[in-house]
């Protein structure tokens, strides 16, 4: 397969402990981003600072993603994320919980037309820096893009990434293919397509409707398909007893990681139970709400052991 698969962050899920975990047990050329690393009192934030910097990041294709508010927010990250060695960076203007769309990130900087003009010239800043762009079409609007296109058009970017909603939608609701192809077709650089891939099947359909995209980014459907990057890969449609076999050994290794570095079994259920979050259509109703409600360990692994 051509298309490259790129694996999205899912705030409190993908840290390094779930990619090199995932990285490890799966394999694969795929892509890694960190969840979104922001400022707080003007400064990057220590915790994504190592979750960044981790040694479980080690001989993974990881690459940062920034979330911001306005160039000042941009530089402070950027210069941080320079002086630690970044070669690559992924500027979010994609994210729709109205905790960071409310103060002007994510998805609501679409709607900052002055600031985003002023892009070129802060990335500027930073040669040593090559960028790629994750976006929704817009904020309210699902034609907002138009505003955006035309500063990005003059970036030379590696890719951008899409997912074709608008913020007020956050996961529900229809996706726009319609605006997706008038934006593939108007943009200068590389697109890849983000939005409800779950399957194997979800990312041909994408690709034989979007043949001239680049790749495919997934976020949720590799937390509740850990395998569907690799069997993109493969292209083939692993079987459900190879796919749960593979899934509980990834699970049983991040589970003995937590249990040797957290402390109490409710400090390690916390950390550990939302990885299945999104994992009900493969493991089935009965073993995910088990696992969801599973008050010890003991409970829990009798929760997995329905898993079949």
Same mark, same amino acid.
């Given at each position: 397969?051509?298309?490259?698969?790129?694996?999205?962050?899912?705030?409190?899920?993908?840290d390094?402990?779930?990619?090199?975990?995932?990285?490890a047990?799966?394999?694969?050329e795929?892509?890694?981003?960190?969840?979104f690393?922001?400022?707080?009192?003007?400064?990057?934030?220590?915790?994504?600072?190592?979750d960044?910097?981790?040694?479980?990041?080690?001989?993974?294709d990881?690459?940062p993603?920034?979330?911001?508010?306005d160039?000042? +927010?941009? *530089?402070?990250l950027l /210069?941080? $994320?320079? #002086?630690?060695?970044a070669?690559r960076?992924?500027?979010? @203007?994609?994210c729709?919980?109205?905790?960071?769309?409310g103060?002007?990130?994510?998805?609501?900087?679409l709607?900052k037309k002055e +600031?985003? *003009?002023?892009?070129? /010239?802060? $990335?500027? #800043?930073?040669?040593?820096?090559?960028?790629?762009?994750k @976006?929704?079409?817009?904020?309210?609007?699902?034609?907002?893009?138009?505003?955006?296109?035309?500063?990005?058009?003059?970036?030379?970017?590696?890719?951008i990434?899409?997912?074709?909603?608008?913020?007020?939608?956050?996961?529900?609701?229809?996706?726009?293919?319609?605006?997706?192809?008038r934006?593939?077709?108007?943009?200068?650089n590389?697109?890849v397509f983000?939005?409800?891939i779950?399957?194997?099947?979800d990312i041909?359909?994408v690709?034989?409707?979007?043949?001239?995209?680049?790749?495919?980014?997934t976020?949720?459907?590799?937390l509740?398909?850990p395998?569907?990057a690799r069997?993109?890969?493969?292209?083939?449609?692993?079987?459900?007893?190879?796919?749960?076999?593979?899934?509980?050994?990834?699970?049983?290794?991040?589970?003995?990681?937590?249990?040797?570095?957290?402390?109490?079994?409710?400090?390690?259920?916390s950390?550990?139970?939302?990885?299945?979050?999104?994992?009900?259509?493969?493991?089935?109703?009965?073993?995910w709400?088990a696992?969801?409600?599973?008050g010890n360990?003991a409970?829990?692994?009798?929760?997995v052991a329905?898993i079949?």
């Open positions: 397969m051509e298309k490259r698969i790129y694996i999205a962050p899912v705030q409190g899920h993908t390094a402990a779930w990619r090199h975990y995932h990285h047990s799966y394999g694969g795929n892509p890694y981003f960190t969840p690393i922001r400022c707080e009192r003007s400064e990057l934030r220590k915790q994504d600072l190592r960044y910097t981790s040694e479980l990041n080690g001989g993974i990881l690459e993603q920034v979330i911001f508010r160039m000042a +927010e941009l *530089e402070i /210069d941080s $994320l320079s #002086k630690h060695g070669e960076v992924n500027l979010n @203007m994609g729709p919980f109205p905790l960071q769309t103060k002007g990130r994510g998805a609501g900087f709607a +600031e985003i *003009e002023r892009l070129p /010239d802060t $990335l500027a #800043k930073f040669p040593g820096i090559s960028y790629s762009v @976006m929704r079409l817009g904020y309210e609007n699902p034609e907002e893009w138009r505003n955006v296109l035309p500063t990005l058009n003059c970036l030379d970017l590696r890719h990434d899409v997912h074709p909603r608008v913020a007020k939608q956050q996961y529900g609701g229809e996706l726009n293919l319609e605006q997706f192809g934006l593939l077709a108007e943009s200068r590389p697109v983000n939005g409800d779950k399957t194997p099947e041909g359909g690709i034989e409707r979007f043949p001239e995209i680049v790749g495919i980014m976020a949720r459907g590799v509740g398909r395998s569907l069997e993109a890969e493969e292209c083939r449609t692993w079987s459900r007893e190879e796919r749960i076999e593979k899934m509980l050994s990834f699970h049983r290794s991040l589970l003995h990681h937590y249990s040797e570095t957290l402390c109490g079994e409710a400090q390690i259920l950390k550990i139970r939302p990885f299945w979050e999104y994992a009900e259509e493969e493991i089935g109703r009965k073993a709400k696992i969801k409600k599973a360990i409970k829990y692994h009798s929760a329905m079949e």
